[in-house]
């Protein structure tokens, strides 16, 4: 079946740092790729998405690439703000459902 | 910009109680979902919902489950006798149709505690 691995966290950072949160994951055929984020006491908001290989999703200043000769979607910015601080969520999305990955804190300090 | 939104945002129940988690989609979305993350899990899916009938189903939503749209706008998850497992944040999602159905936007979140 579909699965996705997500990097553990909390992932702590200083304002202005590179952020990598990794993903990878296991699917049959062909699928979307998306990064979602849950800012404190809200939902999950749409960050960017990937559908087809080497296809590069950006949002925010935030980017991931489709690979899928490694079967990863890695969330990258170049420099993180005090607001980005929340969770990460990578999924995937096969024939209609999401299979999502487990979540990344990500707290970023003045 | 339209949104999904759910209602309530907290609720606390009793086991064995029945509880309905209520939705409201993006107006023209067609497909609708169900989802829950108990605390420290993923988010799994529960239910795809199309033209008034269930589309898909995970091995989750079991006979305890039942979900009805039961006017133009509204879209239920009910939980017939709760259990202790059932807490869980409950995530209802909508998509539109055709390129449209690429992308699930999410409401805030039902946070059921049962106790």
């Known amino acids: 079946g579909n699965s996705v691995t997500q990097m553990e966290g909390p992932v702590t950072l200083s304002e202005e740092a590179f952020l990598t949160i990794n993903c990878t994951y296991t699917?049959?055929?062909?699928?979307?790729l998306f990064w979602y984020v849950q800012y404190p006491g809200e939902g999950l908001q749409l960050l960017l998405k990937a559908t087809k290989a080497d296809d590069k999703g950006s949002n925010k200043g935030f980017e991931a690439t489709y690979r899928k000769e490694t079967t990863s979607f890695h969330l990258e910015k170049g420099s993180v703000q005090v607001s980005d601080s929340a969770v990460y969520f990578c999924a995937l999305k096969g024939y209609s459902t999401l299979t999502f990955g487990k979540g990344t804190m990500l707290l970023v300090s003045p | 910009e339209p949104e999904v939104t759910q209602t309530p945002s907290h609720q606390v129940t009793q086991m064995g109680q029945e509880v309905i988690l209520r939705c409201v989609p993006i107006s023209n979305h067609l497909y609708f979902y169900w989802y829950r993350q108990i605390l420290g899990q993923k988010v799994e899916f529960l239910v795809s919902?199309?033209?008034?009938?269930?589309?898909?189903k995970s091995e989750i939503f079991d006979d305890q489950f039942s979900v009805e749209r039961p006017d133009g706008s509204n879209f239920t998850l009910k939980i017939r006798s709760t259990k202790l497992e059932d807490s869980a944040m409950y995530f209802c999602?909508?998509?539109?149709?055709?390129?449209?159905?690429?992308?699930?936007?999410f409401g805030p979140g039902t946070r059921l505690l049962v106790l």
């Open positions: 999602a909508s998509t539109g149709q055709g390129a449209l159905q690429e992308t699930q936007y």
């Open positions: 699917a049959t055929g062909y699928p979307s």
């Open positions: 919902f199309y033209n008034n009938e269930i589309s898909e």
